[in-house]
């Protein structure tokens, strides 16, 4: 087992509200502004066409579709690149560069996708420590940590470290325990982060799926739930069953650190389930497919007998079709084309994350409810959902997080 050395906690009393500041800082202050203006996209513009060559040679080996980077401009390669950043997969692109004929890729390019691999790198390797670092601390306290998504999920990948991080989710339980609808050990770990003065944000709040809080600069989630059983009819069931089959066991990052993951049954259904209420709830792209397409590579579809014919297997099928025709896969589901090129559609066209600059506080909540409803009406047949059931939701949503209802 590898050490690492153990890393100390950012003291003082830290706030998350500071935490999309770090989830942006990879883009860095001009990127952030880019990507939010990219929105014509379409799998016929040489961009798209390029990224997901790239991407489609990374994960299933074949060889890069050098038709699609012919005749293509600088403005091109700035604008794949954007898309690439937006969706956080700009590592996996960058592994099929190498690929391409000397001279293809413009310098500049090619020097900025390195430097940003170097802090893809970086980011993996300070991840690692700080997961490393609380499942010690924890498991001093006899309770073992459990890695949802995340390095988890990047084992599935040709180079792990090249799989772009977002938050680090966990899930704890006490040692030789099993959990039926919610973790045990959440509310011991939440008070051990704040005897170091960490702020945890929903902290102890009944229904939050998990509580937040910063560690040296990098946002960890504690789940207490594994899916918000408000969001749709089916989520309390999925819970439960996630529960049933969580089965975690060990595996071996690249630097040689040991980590529990869950059961390939789990991943199946919490991946799909992510996926899902990111495409009900706003915020589906890339980086889902991509992780989806690695997961059914590398273990297929395993889905619990107790969720088949339920809407999230549906959603599963949709787009583990979707990744067969985009990304090389070659893994057999039932086909709805309609349901698929909607799906596909909404990946390369993620909602706005935030309300265009200088809108009054009235314009700022006509636009987002504007949003809601329309991504209500895009998937109530597809989630089970019904207004009323979504309004409340989001009414709980706000209430729990006043900030976000002009915010984020």
């Known amino acids: 087992m590898n050490t690492i050395t153990p890393l100390t906690s950012t003291q003082g009393a830290v706030s998350i509200n500071s935490k999309n500041a770090n989830r942006r800082a990879f883009l860095g202050t001009n990127g952030v502004d880019k990507v ?57 692109a960058y592994d099929s560069l190498k690929k391409l004929p000397k001279g293809t890729v413009p310098t500049g390019i090619s020097l900025k996708m390195a430097e940003y691999i170097r802090e893809i790198e970086d980011k993996y390797a300070r991840q690692e420590a700080v997961l490393t670092d609380l499942s010690k ?46 973790s045990n050990s959440t509310e011991l770990v939440d008070d051990m982060m704040i005897e170091k003065g960490i702020q945890v944000e929903d902290y102890r709040v009944p229904k939050a799926k998990h509580s937040e809080f910063l560690y040296n600069d990098l946002v960890v989630e504690n789940h207490k739930y594994f899916v918000n059983k408000e969001a749709m009819p089916e989520a309390k069931k999925i819970d439960a069953i996630l529960h049933k ?11 040689g650190t040991k980590i529990l993951t869950p059961s390939k049954e789990f991943n199946t259904v919490f991946l799909a389930q992510h996926a899902f209420q990111h495409y009900a709830f706003g915020g589906i792209d890339l980086h889902n497919l991509v992780d989806w397409s690695m997961h059914i590579k590398q273990n ?54 935030r309300p265009p600059e200088n809108l009054s506080n009235y314009e700022i909540i006509m636009f987002k409810t504007k ?11 597809l989630t089970g959902r019904s207004l009323s059931n979504a309004i409340i939701h989001s009414v709980k949503a706000h209430l729990r997080k006043p900030g976000t209802i002009l915010g984020i």
């Open 245 to 255: 089959v969580l089965n975690p066991v060990e595996k071996t990052l690249p630097s």
């Open 137 to 182: 601390q924890y498991g001093e306290k006899g309770i073992e940590t459990i890695a949802l998504k995340g390095l988890g999920s990047s084992l599935n990948y040709p180079v792990p470290q090249h799989r772009h991080g977002r938050d680090i989710d966990i899930f704890t339980r006490f040692k030789n325990t099993v959990t039926e609808d919610r």
């Open 371 to 381: 949003r809601f409803l329309n991504r209500f009406n895009e998937t109530k047949e």
């Open 36 to 92: 939010e203006k990219i929105g014509n996209t379409n799998p016929n513009e040489k961009p798209v066409k390029m990224l997901l060559s790239l991407l489609r040679s990374s994960l299933s080996g074949e060889e890069i579709q050098q038709e699609a980077f012919k005749g293509a401009n600088y403005h091109d390669w700035t604008t794949m690149l954007t898309i690439a950043h937006r969706s956080s997969t700009t590592g996996i």
């Open 300 to 353: 297929g579809i395993c889905f619990p007998e107790e969720l088949k014919g339920t809407k999230v297997e549906e959603f599963a099928n949709a787009l583990t079709n979707v990744s067969n025709k985009y990304l090389g896969t070659n893994v057999e589901a039932p086909k709805n084309e309609a349901y698929e090129k909607r799906l596909f559609e909404k990946i390369l066209h993620p909602d706005p994350v």
